[in-house]
Protein backbone atom coordinates (compact mmCIF):
# COMPACT_ATOMS: atom_id res chain seq x y z
CA UNK A 1 0.00 0.00 0.00
CA UNK A 2 1.52 3.24 -1.34
CA UNK A 3 1.74 6.67 1.32
CA UNK A 4 -0.49 8.46 -0.21
CA UNK A 5 -3.28 5.34 -0.22
CA UNK A 6 -2.45 4.86 3.77
CA UNK A 7 -2.82 8.73 4.46
CA UNK A 8 -6.49 8.96 2.10
CA UNK A 9 -7.89 5.86 4.20
CA UNK A 10 -6.36 7.47 7.47
CA UNK A 11 -8.72 10.00 6.86
CA UNK A 12 -11.71 8.10 6.19
CA UNK A 13 -14.32 8.55 8.81
CA UNK A 14 -14.82 5.54 11.16
CA UNK A 15 -18.31 4.89 10.54
CA UNK A 16 -17.40 4.72 6.89
CA UNK A 17 -14.51 2.19 7.62
CA UNK A 18 -16.87 0.12 9.68
CA UNK A 19 -19.04 0.12 6.25
CA UNK A 20 -16.05 -0.86 4.32
CA UNK A 21 -15.73 -3.84 6.76
CA UNK A 22 -19.39 -4.95 6.18
CA UNK A 23 -18.06 -6.08 3.03
CA UNK A 24 -15.12 -8.54 4.91
CA UNK A 25 -15.34 -11.77 6.60
CA UNK A 26 -14.77 -11.49 10.19
CA UNK A 27 -10.96 -13.65 9.38
CA UNK A 28 -9.63 -10.77 7.18
CA UNK A 29 -10.63 -7.50 9.61
CA UNK A 30 -9.22 -9.44 12.76
CA UNK A 31 -6.14 -11.13 11.41
CA UNK A 32 -5.61 -8.23 8.44
CA UNK A 33 -7.12 -4.98 8.66
CA UNK A 34 -6.47 -5.10 12.96
CA UNK A 35 -2.60 -5.56 12.80
CA UNK A 36 -1.93 -2.70 9.93
CA UNK A 37 -1.76 0.08 12.49
CA UNK A 38 -2.74 1.65 15.51
CA UNK A 39 -5.50 3.46 14.21
CA UNK A 40 -7.14 0.36 12.35
CA UNK A 41 -6.91 -1.98 15.26
CA UNK A 42 -8.91 0.51 17.66
CA UNK A 43 -10.59 0.99 14.77
CA UNK A 44 -11.44 -3.08 14.38
CA UNK A 45 -11.82 -2.98 17.87
CA UNK A 46 -14.49 -0.68 17.57
CA UNK A 47 -16.80 -2.82 15.62
CA UNK A 48 -19.49 -4.08 16.21
CA UNK A 49 -21.55 -5.82 13.43
CA UNK A 50 -19.43 -9.03 12.60
CA UNK A 51 -21.06 -11.93 10.40
CA UNK A 52 -19.36 -14.98 11.82
CA UNK A 53 -19.67 -18.34 9.05
CA UNK A 54 -18.38 -21.44 10.63
CA UNK A 55 -18.73 -23.36 7.57
CA UNK A 56 -15.41 -21.40 6.25
CA UNK A 57 -13.49 -20.90 9.44
CA UNK A 58 -10.80 -23.00 10.51
CA UNK A 59 -10.23 -25.13 13.54
CA UNK A 60 -7.53 -22.98 14.26
CA UNK A 61 -8.27 -19.56 13.45
CA UNK A 62 -11.58 -20.42 15.59
CA UNK A 63 -9.87 -19.78 19.51
CA UNK A 64 -8.29 -16.78 18.35
CA UNK A 65 -11.04 -15.11 16.70
CA UNK A 66 -13.39 -15.77 19.67
CA UNK A 67 -11.08 -14.34 22.22
CA UNK A 68 -11.04 -11.13 19.96
CA UNK A 69 -14.09 -10.71 18.83
CA UNK A 70 -16.83 -9.91 22.07
CA UNK A 71 -19.68 -12.01 21.18
CA UNK A 72 -21.71 -8.53 21.45
CA UNK A 73 -20.58 -7.36 18.34
CA UNK A 74 -21.94 -10.21 16.37
CA UNK A 75 -25.15 -9.57 14.60
CA UNK A 76 -24.67 -12.44 12.12
CA UNK A 77 -24.24 -16.58 12.41
CA UNK A 78 -24.35 -19.03 10.14
CA UNK A 79 -24.40 -22.44 11.72
CA UNK A 80 -22.93 -26.38 9.92
CA UNK A 81 -21.71 -29.24 11.44
CA UNK A 82 -19.42 -30.32 8.63
CA UNK A 83 -17.12 -32.61 9.93
CA UNK A 84 -17.81 -35.40 12.78
CA UNK A 85 -15.70 -34.12 15.27
CA UNK A 86 -17.00 -30.53 15.08
CA UNK A 87 -20.32 -30.56 17.63
CA UNK A 88 -22.29 -27.46 17.98
CA UNK A 89 -21.52 -27.44 21.09
CA UNK A 90 -17.56 -27.34 20.67
CA UNK A 91 -18.18 -24.17 18.46
CA UNK A 92 -19.92 -22.46 20.81
CA UNK A 93 -18.04 -22.96 23.66
CA UNK A 94 -14.97 -20.58 22.91
CA UNK A 95 -17.78 -17.76 23.20
CA UNK A 96 -17.59 -16.86 26.74
CA UNK A 97 -21.15 -15.22 26.88
CA UNK A 98 -24.48 -15.43 24.90
CA UNK A 99 -25.02 -13.57 21.36
CA UNK A 100 -27.18 -10.38 22.81
CA UNK A 101 -27.55 -9.01 19.25
CA UNK A 102 -27.85 -11.59 17.20
CA UNK A 103 -29.89 -10.24 13.93
CA UNK A 104 -28.97 -12.95 11.45
CA UNK A 105 -29.05 -17.17 12.34
CA UNK A 106 -28.95 -19.65 9.39
CA UNK A 107 -28.91 -23.28 10.33
CA UNK A 108 -27.60 -26.29 7.48
CA UNK A 109 -28.00 -29.68 8.46
CA UNK A 110 -27.98 -30.20 12.23
CA UNK A 111 -29.50 -32.67 14.29
CA UNK A 112 -32.06 -32.28 17.27
CA UNK A 113 -29.20 -31.56 19.71
CA UNK A 114 -27.45 -29.09 18.25
CA UNK A 115 -31.01 -27.24 17.94
CA UNK A 116 -31.71 -28.00 21.41
CA UNK A 117 -28.40 -26.18 21.84
CA UNK A 118 -28.30 -23.08 19.96
CA UNK A 119 -31.85 -22.56 20.78
CA UNK A 120 -30.96 -21.81 24.62
CA UNK A 121 -28.38 -19.65 23.43
CA UNK A 122 -30.58 -17.58 21.16
CA UNK A 123 -33.75 -17.28 22.48
CA UNK A 124 -33.64 -13.95 24.12
CA UNK A 125 -31.30 -12.78 20.86
CA UNK A 126 -33.36 -9.91 18.57
CA UNK A 127 -33.58 -12.28 15.77
CA UNK A 128 -34.96 -10.12 12.79
CA UNK A 129 -33.66 -12.87 9.92
CA UNK A 130 -33.80 -17.24 10.26
CA UNK A 131 -33.06 -19.61 7.57
CA UNK A 132 -32.50 -23.49 7.83
CA UNK A 133 -31.77 -25.86 5.83
CA UNK A 134 -32.14 -29.37 6.26
CA UNK A 135 -31.69 -32.17 4.41
CA UNK A 136 -31.18 -34.94 7.63
CA UNK A 137 -33.64 -37.44 7.48
CA UNK A 138 -32.83 -38.79 11.25
CA UNK A 139 -34.45 -35.00 12.80
CA UNK A 140 -37.92 -35.06 14.05
CA UNK A 141 -38.15 -31.95 16.44
CA UNK A 142 -37.10 -29.52 13.38
CA UNK A 143 -40.55 -27.81 13.17
CA UNK A 144 -41.00 -27.60 16.86
CA UNK A 145 -37.53 -25.58 17.30
CA UNK A 146 -38.87 -23.48 14.14
CA UNK A 147 -41.97 -23.25 15.66
CA UNK A 148 -40.29 -21.49 18.93
CA UNK A 149 -38.13 -19.08 16.49
CA UNK A 150 -41.49 -17.94 14.92
CA UNK A 151 -42.32 -16.61 18.60
CA UNK A 152 -39.78 -13.70 18.58
CA UNK A 153 -41.08 -10.41 18.17
CA UNK A 154 -38.56 -8.77 15.69
CA UNK A 155 -38.84 -11.91 13.56
CA UNK A 156 -39.10 -10.28 10.25
CA UNK A 157 -38.09 -13.10 7.67
CA UNK A 158 -38.10 -16.54 7.48
CA UNK A 159 -35.88 -18.63 4.92
CA UNK A 160 -37.00 -22.67 5.01
CA UNK A 161 -35.66 -25.77 3.55
CA UNK A 162 -37.13 -28.87 4.70
CA UNK A 163 -39.40 -32.26 4.06
CA UNK A 164 -42.76 -31.77 3.21
CA UNK A 165 -43.91 -33.20 6.66
CA UNK A 166 -41.84 -31.39 8.44
CA UNK A 167 -43.26 -28.02 7.00
CA UNK A 168 -46.59 -29.53 7.43
CA UNK A 169 -46.34 -29.72 11.30
CA UNK A 170 -45.00 -26.29 11.74
CA UNK A 171 -47.11 -24.60 14.51
CA UNK A 172 -47.77 -21.31 12.88
CA UNK A 173 -48.38 -18.43 15.66
CA UNK A 174 -52.06 -17.15 15.31
CA UNK A 175 -50.52 -13.33 14.47
CA UNK A 176 -46.47 -13.04 13.54
CA UNK A 177 -44.75 -9.96 12.34
CA UNK A 178 -43.10 -12.33 9.27
CA UNK A 179 -42.50 -9.76 6.42
CA UNK A 180 -40.45 -11.96 4.20
CA UNK A 181 -41.24 -15.86 4.01
CA UNK A 182 -39.58 -18.30 1.69
CA UNK A 183 -40.42 -21.81 2.02
CA UNK A 184 -40.26 -24.93 0.19
CA UNK A 185 -42.29 -28.46 -0.43
CA UNK A 186 -45.22 -27.29 1.09
CA UNK A 187 -49.23 -27.67 0.03
CA UNK A 188 -52.05 -24.83 -0.50
CA UNK A 189 -53.29 -25.65 3.02
CA UNK A 190 -49.57 -24.26 4.40
CA UNK A 191 -49.68 -21.14 1.99
CA UNK A 192 -53.41 -20.41 3.13
CA UNK A 193 -52.23 -20.90 6.97
CA UNK A 194 -48.94 -18.44 6.61
CA UNK A 195 -51.51 -15.77 4.89
CA UNK A 196 -53.87 -16.05 7.58
CA UNK A 197 -50.87 -15.74 10.55
CA UNK A 198 -48.83 -13.16 9.11
CA UNK A 199 -50.95 -9.79 8.82
CA UNK A 200 -47.32 -7.84 7.43
CA UNK A 201 -46.30 -10.40 4.79
CA UNK A 202 -44.96 -8.05 1.85
CA UNK A 203 -43.35 -10.80 0.03
CA UNK A 204 -44.03 -15.20 -0.22
CA UNK A 205 -41.83 -16.99 -2.06
CA UNK A 206 -43.22 -21.13 -2.49
CA UNK A 207 -39.73 -22.54 -4.13
CA UNK A 208 -42.00 -26.16 -4.91
CA UNK A 209 -45.50 -26.07 -4.17
CA UNK A 210 -48.05 -28.63 -4.46
CA UNK A 211 -50.97 -26.91 -5.99
CA UNK A 212 -53.85 -28.86 -5.23
CA UNK A 213 -57.38 -27.48 -4.84
CA UNK A 214 -56.34 -23.95 -3.72
CA UNK A 215 -60.48 -22.97 -4.15
CA UNK A 216 -61.57 -25.62 -1.32
CA UNK A 217 -58.66 -24.17 1.14
CA UNK A 218 -60.17 -20.97 1.48
CA UNK A 219 -62.77 -21.05 4.20
CA UNK A 220 -63.88 -17.06 3.51
CA UNK A 221 -63.30 -14.25 1.42
CA UNK A 222 -60.63 -12.50 3.62
CA UNK A 223 -58.24 -10.75 1.37
CA UNK A 224 -54.23 -10.10 2.27
CA UNK A 225 -53.99 -6.53 1.23
CA UNK A 226 -50.34 -6.74 3.00
CA UNK A 227 -48.79 -8.85 -0.22
CA UNK A 228 -47.46 -7.39 -2.32
CA UNK A 229 -45.28 -9.92 -4.14
CA UNK A 230 -45.37 -13.42 -4.76
CA UNK A 231 -43.57 -16.61 -6.29
CA UNK A 232 -44.55 -20.07 -6.91
CA UNK A 233 -42.77 -22.64 -8.41
CA UNK A 234 -45.41 -25.17 -8.56
CA UNK A 235 -44.87 -28.99 -9.11
CA UNK A 236 -48.14 -30.47 -9.97
CA UNK A 237 -50.47 -29.79 -12.42
CA UNK A 238 -51.54 -26.37 -12.56
CA UNK A 239 -55.07 -25.12 -13.04
CA UNK A 240 -56.17 -21.80 -14.41
CA UNK A 241 -58.69 -22.03 -11.42
CA UNK A 242 -56.35 -22.31 -8.49
CA UNK A 243 -54.55 -19.34 -9.53
CA UNK A 244 -58.07 -17.40 -9.69
CA UNK A 245 -58.64 -18.35 -6.31
CA UNK A 246 -55.23 -17.47 -4.65
CA UNK A 247 -55.10 -13.76 -6.86
CA UNK A 248 -58.64 -13.01 -5.34
CA UNK A 249 -57.07 -13.20 -1.91
CA UNK A 250 -54.26 -10.49 -3.14
CA UNK A 251 -55.90 -7.77 -4.58
CA UNK A 252 -52.61 -5.71 -3.51
CA UNK A 253 -50.11 -7.67 -5.57
CA UNK A 254 -47.35 -6.08 -7.23
CA UNK A 255 -45.37 -8.65 -8.31
CA UNK A 256 -46.07 -12.53 -9.80
CA UNK A 257 -43.85 -14.69 -10.67
CA UNK A 258 -45.50 -18.29 -11.70
CA UNK A 259 -43.28 -21.38 -12.37
CA UNK A 260 -44.67 -24.85 -13.61
CA UNK A 261 -42.23 -27.54 -13.35
CA UNK A 262 -44.45 -30.32 -15.09
CA UNK A 263 -46.28 -30.13 -18.43
CA UNK A 264 -49.65 -28.34 -17.88
CA UNK A 265 -53.04 -29.69 -19.42
CA UNK A 266 -54.88 -26.08 -18.88
CA UNK A 267 -55.28 -24.35 -22.24
CA UNK A 268 -56.07 -21.21 -20.06
CA UNK A 269 -52.76 -20.83 -18.85
CA UNK A 270 -51.48 -20.03 -22.61
CA UNK A 271 -53.88 -17.61 -23.76
CA UNK A 272 -53.13 -14.31 -23.23
CA UNK A 273 -56.28 -13.02 -23.00
CA UNK A 274 -57.68 -15.27 -20.13
CA UNK A 275 -54.64 -13.59 -18.34
CA UNK A 276 -55.59 -10.72 -19.21
CA UNK A 277 -59.28 -10.82 -17.89
CA UNK A 278 -57.99 -12.77 -14.94
CA UNK A 279 -55.16 -9.52 -13.66
CA UNK A 280 -57.67 -6.47 -14.93
CA UNK A 281 -60.08 -8.60 -12.72
CA UNK A 282 -58.01 -9.59 -9.16
CA UNK A 283 -55.10 -8.00 -9.43
CA UNK A 284 -55.08 -4.36 -11.00
CA UNK A 285 -52.25 -3.14 -9.39
CA UNK A 286 -49.60 -6.05 -11.04
CA UNK A 287 -46.53 -4.15 -12.46
CA UNK A 288 -44.27 -7.28 -13.20
CA UNK A 289 -45.97 -10.57 -14.13
CA UNK A 290 -43.08 -13.52 -14.85
CA UNK A 291 -43.85 -17.08 -16.21
CA UNK A 292 -43.09 -20.15 -17.32
CA UNK A 293 -45.16 -23.13 -18.48
CA UNK A 294 -44.68 -26.09 -20.55
CA UNK A 295 -47.11 -28.11 -22.44
CA UNK A 296 -47.49 -30.87 -25.00
CA UNK A 297 -47.93 -29.58 -28.45
CA UNK A 298 -48.96 -32.90 -29.68
CA UNK A 299 -52.26 -33.39 -27.50
CA UNK A 300 -53.71 -30.42 -29.07
CA UNK A 301 -54.26 -32.45 -32.71
CA UNK A 302 -53.58 -28.77 -34.49
CA UNK A 303 -56.56 -27.07 -32.62
CA UNK A 304 -54.17 -24.73 -31.20
CA UNK A 305 -51.23 -24.00 -32.38
CA UNK A 306 -47.86 -22.24 -31.20
CA UNK A 307 -49.17 -19.08 -33.76
CA UNK A 308 -51.96 -18.66 -32.03
CA UNK A 309 -50.55 -18.62 -28.93
CA UNK A 310 -48.27 -16.00 -29.03
CA UNK A 311 -51.06 -13.81 -30.73
CA UNK A 312 -52.81 -14.41 -27.61
CA UNK A 313 -50.31 -12.14 -26.27
CA UNK A 314 -49.67 -9.13 -28.57
CA UNK A 315 -52.71 -7.05 -27.74
CA UNK A 316 -52.00 -3.45 -26.45
CA UNK A 317 -52.67 -4.84 -23.29
CA UNK A 318 -49.57 -6.54 -23.47
CA UNK A 319 -47.34 -4.49 -25.49
CA UNK A 320 -48.29 -1.27 -24.34
CA UNK A 321 -49.87 -0.88 -21.23
CA UNK A 322 -47.94 -3.62 -19.63
CA UNK A 323 -44.66 -3.66 -22.01
CA UNK A 324 -44.55 -7.74 -20.95
CA UNK A 325 -42.29 -9.64 -23.26
CA UNK A 326 -43.35 -13.44 -23.94
CA UNK A 327 -41.59 -15.82 -25.77
CA UNK A 328 -42.38 -19.56 -27.12
CA UNK A 329 -40.23 -22.40 -28.50
CA UNK A 330 -40.71 -25.82 -28.92
CA UNK A 331 -39.20 -29.44 -29.39
CA UNK A 332 -39.10 -33.13 -28.96
CA UNK A 333 -39.62 -34.59 -25.23
CA UNK A 334 -39.17 -37.76 -26.71
CA UNK A 335 -40.36 -39.98 -30.13
CA UNK A 336 -43.84 -39.73 -29.45
CA UNK A 337 -44.54 -36.25 -27.87
CA UNK A 338 -43.42 -32.48 -28.60
CA UNK A 339 -43.10 -29.97 -25.62
CA UNK A 340 -43.74 -26.49 -25.76
CA UNK A 341 -42.33 -23.43 -23.51
CA UNK A 342 -43.91 -20.45 -23.14
CA UNK A 343 -42.24 -17.50 -21.48
CA UNK A 344 -42.11 -13.96 -20.17
CA UNK A 345 -38.85 -12.40 -20.62
CA UNK A 346 -36.49 -11.97 -18.95
CA UNK A 347 -36.16 -15.72 -18.46
CA UNK A 348 -35.40 -17.23 -14.88
CA UNK A 349 -34.41 -20.27 -14.12
CA UNK A 350 -32.09 -21.64 -11.63
CA UNK A 351 -29.93 -23.99 -14.41
CA UNK A 352 -29.62 -22.13 -17.65
CA UNK A 353 -28.55 -24.18 -21.21
CA UNK A 354 -27.44 -22.08 -23.77
CA UNK A 355 -28.32 -22.69 -26.38
CA UNK A 356 -30.47 -25.31 -25.56
CA UNK A 357 -30.22 -28.31 -26.52
CA UNK A 358 -33.68 -29.79 -26.91
CA UNK A 359 -36.22 -26.52 -27.50
CA UNK A 360 -35.57 -23.83 -30.52
CA UNK A 361 -37.14 -20.18 -29.58
CA UNK A 362 -40.12 -20.01 -33.00
CA UNK A 363 -42.19 -17.56 -32.20
CA UNK A 364 -41.94 -13.70 -29.47
CA UNK A 365 -44.53 -11.14 -29.12
CA UNK A 366 -41.61 -8.55 -30.73
CA UNK A 367 -42.15 -8.78 -34.36
CA UNK A 368 -38.84 -9.25 -34.58
CA UNK A 369 -36.56 -12.74 -35.96
CA UNK A 370 -36.13 -14.11 -32.77
CA UNK A 371 -33.02 -15.37 -34.28
CA UNK A 372 -31.54 -12.10 -33.89
CA UNK A 373 -33.15 -11.35 -30.57
CA UNK A 374 -31.09 -11.03 -27.50
CA UNK A 375 -31.31 -13.29 -24.49
CA UNK A 376 -31.50 -12.26 -21.30
CA UNK A 377 -31.59 -14.41 -18.19
CA UNK A 378 -31.81 -14.92 -14.39
CA UNK A 379 -30.09 -17.19 -13.66
CA UNK A 380 -27.89 -19.24 -10.37
CA UNK A 381 -26.16 -21.39 -12.91
CA UNK A 382 -25.14 -21.00 -16.53
CA UNK A 383 -24.48 -23.37 -18.61
CA UNK A 384 -23.23 -23.00 -22.35
CA UNK A 385 -22.46 -24.80 -25.23
CA UNK A 386 -19.53 -23.54 -27.28
CA UNK A 387 -19.26 -25.94 -30.18
CA UNK A 388 -23.23 -25.19 -30.64
CA UNK A 389 -22.98 -21.52 -30.37
CA UNK A 390 -19.84 -21.48 -32.77
CA UNK A 391 -22.19 -23.19 -35.23
CA UNK A 392 -24.70 -21.33 -35.43
CA UNK A 393 -23.04 -17.94 -34.72
CA UNK A 394 -24.77 -16.96 -31.29
CA UNK A 395 -22.15 -16.31 -29.36
CA UNK A 396 -22.80 -12.49 -30.31
CA UNK A 397 -26.74 -13.00 -29.10
CA UNK A 398 -25.95 -13.45 -25.64
CA UNK A 399 -26.95 -10.20 -23.65
CA UNK A 400 -26.75 -9.76 -19.77
CA UNK A 401 -26.73 -12.70 -17.47
CA UNK A 402 -27.99 -11.79 -14.66
CA UNK A 403 -26.83 -13.07 -10.81
CA UNK A 404 -24.54 -15.47 -12.37
CA UNK A 405 -23.07 -17.60 -9.41
CA UNK A 406 -21.83 -20.28 -11.73
CA UNK A 407 -20.69 -21.33 -15.20
CA UNK A 408 -20.42 -24.25 -16.69
CA UNK A 409 -19.23 -24.81 -20.84
CA UNK A 410 -19.82 -27.78 -22.47
CA UNK A 411 -18.29 -29.13 -25.94
Same mark, same amino acid.
Request: with cysteine; net charge positive.
Given at each position: MSTKAQVHFQLLPVELVHKIFDYLNAEAIVF??????KQLYSIVNAYNRYELDFRYISKSDLPLLARIIDPDAIISLKLSKTEKER???????????????? #??LALFNLYDRDLKIIQNRIMKCPLKTFSIFNELWNVRKTEAYISNILLHKDLSKIEVKLDYDSITLIDWPMSCGLKHVIINNCSSAT???? &??? +?????? &?VITDNYFENFEETITNDKQFNSVI??? %????????????????????? %?????????? %?? +???????GSEWEDLITAKVTLLKKFEFSFFGDLSAYN???????????? #?TLFWLQTKQWIVKYEDGPDNLQSWTFHIYSIPIFIDEFHYPSPVFRVVHST??????????TVDTN??? &??????????? &?? %???????? #?????? +?
Open positions: SMRLVCSIRSLLKHFRTDFTRL #QSIYTI &LNH +SPNLGT &LSLS %LAISANIAMENIRSLLSCLPC %LAHLRLISKT %LS +SDDSLFDGSVTPKSMINSF #QLNTDVRCEKVRLI &LYLTKMMSEST &LE %LVSTIVRV #QYCDSE +S
